[in-house]
């Protein structure tokens, strides 16, 4: 595993992070997320790792025990990690947290509620 300079030097490394809005799959590999931007009402898609951060974003897990869990995923396919992984993802948490706004980071493990850890068509067929 290669050491991540800029996670250990990140004051988010060990913080817990939770989506915010409700979501559902758009494909069988998209998802979407229902928000508001500029007050009004909106699907937002994501590129691969956004979305990778915002279905792991359940309150239970770190944001360092992310990136290594995702550096794994390379390792175990006999694949290099790529340069700067842990920058890019940094970079992504922030604009999922800042700017988007459908991300928080937290100090504790917590649980989501339902209608924010079910995709909305699984809160459908439950009803």
């Not at 939770?18 to 758009?26: G, H, I």
């Not at 922030?94 to 100090?107: M, R, S, Y």
């Amino acid at each position: 595993m290669p050491v991540f300079e800029s996670l250990e030097a990140s004051t988010t490394k060990n913080k817990f992070f939770v989506r915010l809005k409700p979501w559902d799959w758009l494909t069988e590999k998209e998802i979407y997320v229902a928000s508001k931007l500029n007050d009004r009402p909106t699907m937002i898609t994501m590129e691969y790792w956004p979305q990778q951060i915002y279905l792991f974003a359940n309150g239970q897990v770190t944001v360092s025990e992310f990136i290594h869990s995702m550096a794994k995923r390379f390792l175990d396919w006999n694949n290099p990690v790529p340069e700067n992984f842990d920058k890019i993802l940094l970079e992504e948490f922030e604009a999922l947290v800042n700017e988007v706004k459908i991300v928080e980071f937290t100090d504790l493990k917590s649980d989501l509620p339902l209608e924010i850890e079910l995709p909305m068509s699984k809160q459908l067929i439950k009803s």
